[in-house]
Nanobody, 123 residues
Framework: QVQLVESGGGLVQAGDSLRLSCAASGRTFTRYPMGWFRQAPGKEREFVAAIDWSGRITYYADSVKGRFTISRDNAKNTVYLQMNSLKPEDTAVYYC????????????????WGQGTQVTVSS
Protein backbone atom coordinates (compact mmCIF):
# COMPACT_ATOMS: atom_id res chain seq x y z
CA GLN A 1 0.00 0.00 0.00
CA VAL A 2 1.19 3.51 -0.80
CA GLN A 3 -0.09 6.68 0.82
CA LEU A 4 0.41 9.99 -0.95
CA VAL A 5 0.21 13.45 0.59
CA GLU A 6 0.39 16.57 -1.55
CA SER A 7 1.49 19.99 -0.33
CA GLY A 8 2.59 23.35 -1.67
CA GLY A 9 -0.62 24.66 -3.16
CA GLY A 10 -1.86 28.16 -2.58
CA LEU A 11 -3.08 31.42 -4.04
CA VAL A 12 -0.74 33.18 -6.44
CA GLN A 13 -0.89 35.77 -9.20
CA ALA A 14 -0.54 35.09 -12.89
CA GLY A 15 3.12 34.75 -13.81
CA ASP A 16 4.14 33.47 -10.39
CA SER A 17 5.65 30.09 -9.57
CA LEU A 18 4.76 27.31 -7.16
CA ARG A 19 6.32 23.98 -6.34
CA LEU A 20 4.07 21.14 -5.35
CA SER A 21 5.37 18.19 -3.38
CA CYS A 22 3.97 14.70 -3.01
CA ALA A 23 5.33 12.66 -0.13
CA ALA A 24 4.88 8.92 -0.40
CA SER A 25 4.94 6.27 2.27
CA GLY A 26 6.25 2.79 1.71
CA ARG A 27 9.64 1.35 0.97
CA THR A 28 8.78 0.52 -2.64
CA PHE A 29 8.30 4.13 -3.73
CA THR A 30 11.33 3.94 -5.99
CA ARG A 31 9.58 1.31 -8.12
CA TYR A 32 6.54 3.40 -8.88
CA PRO A 33 6.06 5.67 -11.83
CA MET A 34 4.33 8.82 -10.63
CA GLY A 35 1.97 11.31 -12.14
CA TRP A 36 0.29 14.64 -11.49
CA PHE A 37 -3.29 15.33 -12.50
CA ARG A 38 -5.56 18.30 -11.92
CA GLN A 39 -9.26 19.01 -11.76
CA ALA A 40 -10.72 22.43 -12.30
CA PRO A 41 -14.23 23.33 -11.09
CA GLY A 42 -16.86 21.80 -13.35
CA LYS A 43 -14.29 19.88 -15.39
CA GLU A 44 -13.00 16.36 -15.49
CA ARG A 45 -9.66 15.47 -13.99
CA GLU A 46 -6.88 15.79 -16.55
CA PHE A 47 -3.32 14.62 -16.93
CA VAL A 48 -0.56 17.12 -16.20
CA ALA A 49 2.77 15.29 -16.02
CA ALA A 50 4.30 11.90 -15.34
CA ILE A 51 7.71 10.49 -14.51
CA ASP A 52 9.18 7.01 -14.59
CA TRP A 53 10.78 5.34 -11.57
CA SER A 54 14.28 6.53 -12.49
CA GLY A 55 13.33 10.12 -13.16
CA ARG A 56 14.86 9.99 -16.63
CA ILE A 57 11.61 9.75 -18.60
CA THR A 58 8.95 12.41 -18.32
CA TYR A 59 5.71 13.28 -20.07
CA TYR A 60 3.72 16.51 -20.08
CA ALA A 61 0.36 17.72 -21.22
CA ASP A 62 0.66 20.20 -24.06
CA SER A 63 -0.96 22.87 -21.92
CA VAL A 64 1.91 22.84 -19.40
CA LYS A 65 4.87 21.87 -21.55
CA GLY A 66 7.69 24.34 -21.13
CA ARG A 67 6.20 25.79 -17.94
CA PHE A 68 5.95 22.82 -15.57
CA THR A 69 8.67 20.37 -14.57
CA ILE A 70 8.13 17.05 -12.82
CA SER A 71 10.96 15.52 -10.83
CA ARG A 72 11.50 13.05 -8.04
CA ASP A 73 13.87 12.39 -5.17
CA ASN A 74 13.70 8.70 -4.40
CA ALA A 75 15.85 9.11 -1.31
CA LYS A 76 13.14 11.38 0.11
CA ASN A 77 10.18 9.41 -1.29
CA THR A 78 8.96 12.62 -2.88
CA VAL A 79 7.86 13.75 -6.30
CA TYR A 80 7.68 17.42 -7.24
CA LEU A 81 5.87 19.59 -9.72
CA GLN A 82 7.58 22.91 -10.38
CA MET A 83 5.07 25.26 -11.94
CA ASN A 84 6.31 28.47 -13.55
CA SER A 85 4.53 31.22 -15.47
CA LEU A 86 1.24 30.23 -13.92
CA LYS A 87 -1.97 31.21 -15.65
CA PRO A 88 -5.52 31.57 -14.32
CA GLU A 89 -6.45 28.47 -16.32
CA ASP A 90 -4.02 26.46 -14.18
CA THR A 91 -6.41 26.92 -11.26
CA ALA A 92 -7.40 23.46 -10.05
CA VAL A 93 -6.99 20.85 -7.38
CA TYR A 94 -3.75 19.03 -8.12
CA TYR A 95 -3.41 15.34 -7.36
CA CYS A 96 -0.42 13.08 -7.38
CA UNK A 97 -0.75 9.42 -8.23
CA UNK A 98 1.37 6.29 -8.22
CA UNK A 99 1.32 3.42 -10.66
CA UNK A 100 2.26 -0.17 -9.85
CA UNK A 101 3.12 -0.87 -13.46
CA UNK A 102 4.29 1.68 -15.97
CA UNK A 103 4.30 5.42 -16.46
CA UNK A 104 0.94 6.50 -17.84
CA UNK A 105 -0.99 9.53 -19.00
CA UNK A 106 -4.44 8.11 -18.25
CA UNK A 107 -6.10 8.02 -14.84
CA UNK A 108 -6.73 4.31 -15.19
CA UNK A 109 -3.00 3.67 -15.20
CA UNK A 110 -2.66 4.75 -11.57
CA UNK A 111 -3.41 2.75 -8.47
CA UNK A 112 -2.89 5.19 -5.62
CA TRP A 113 -4.02 8.77 -5.27
CA GLY A 114 -3.45 11.62 -2.87
CA GLN A 115 -6.16 13.89 -1.52
CA GLY A 116 -5.13 16.87 -3.62
CA THR A 117 -3.87 20.38 -3.04
CA GLN A 118 -5.61 23.54 -4.26
CA VAL A 119 -3.81 25.88 -6.64
CA THR A 120 -5.51 29.17 -7.41
CA VAL A 121 -4.04 31.63 -9.89
CA SER A 122 -5.52 35.12 -9.96
CA SER A 123 -5.33 37.37 -13.02
Amino acid sequence: QVQLVESGGGLVQAGDSLRLSCAASGRTFTRYPMGWFRQAPGKEREFVAAIDWSGRITYYADSVKGRFTISRDNAKNTVYLQMNSLKPEDTAVYYCAASRESVAVLEGGYDYWGQGTQVTVSS
